[in-house]
């Protein structure tokens, strides 16, 4: 069974930084594909940031320039560097891996998410 595991959330005030990380383990752990989603209260869960294995990129409008995608396929991590951030920032941030391409993929795994509270 393979697990995903987010770290990294917490709250921080408007303009600073956050580095969430998320370490996947289990047989078969390998996604071509990794991902962070985030949901805010209320409202549907929408998508962040994709990585595929090659390292191409893919972001949500609301964070491109500000936030950071990684990867590293040796240790199976996956990260989001957050800069600059907004109180609309705020959610539950999931990491996930899948199939496909950072232009569409299907979502295989999901962890368990972690809470990032943005402060005015």
């Known amino acids: 069974q393979v697990q995903l595991v987010e770290s990294g959330g917490g709250l921080v005030q408007a303009g600073g930084s956050l580095r969430l990380s998320c370490a996947v383990s289990g047989r078969d752990s390998s996604f071509n594909v990794m991902g962070w989603h985030r949901q805010a209260p209320g409202k549907q869960r929408e998508r962040v940031a994709y990585?595929?294995?090659?390292?191409?990129?893919n972001y949500a409008d609301s964070v491109k320039g500000r936030f950071t995608i990684s990867r590293d396929n040796a240790k199976n991590t996956v990260y989001l560097q957050m800069n600059s951030l907004k109180p609309e920032d705020t959610g539950v941030y999931y990491c996930?891996?899948?199939?496909?391409?950072?232009?569409?993929?299907?979502?295989?795994?999901w962890g368990q998410g972690t809470q990032v509270t943005v402060s005015s």
């Open positions: 990585i595929g294995s090659g390292g191409s990129t």
């Open positions: 996930n891996g899948g199939r496909g391409s950072t232009s569409y993929y299907i979502i295989d795994s």
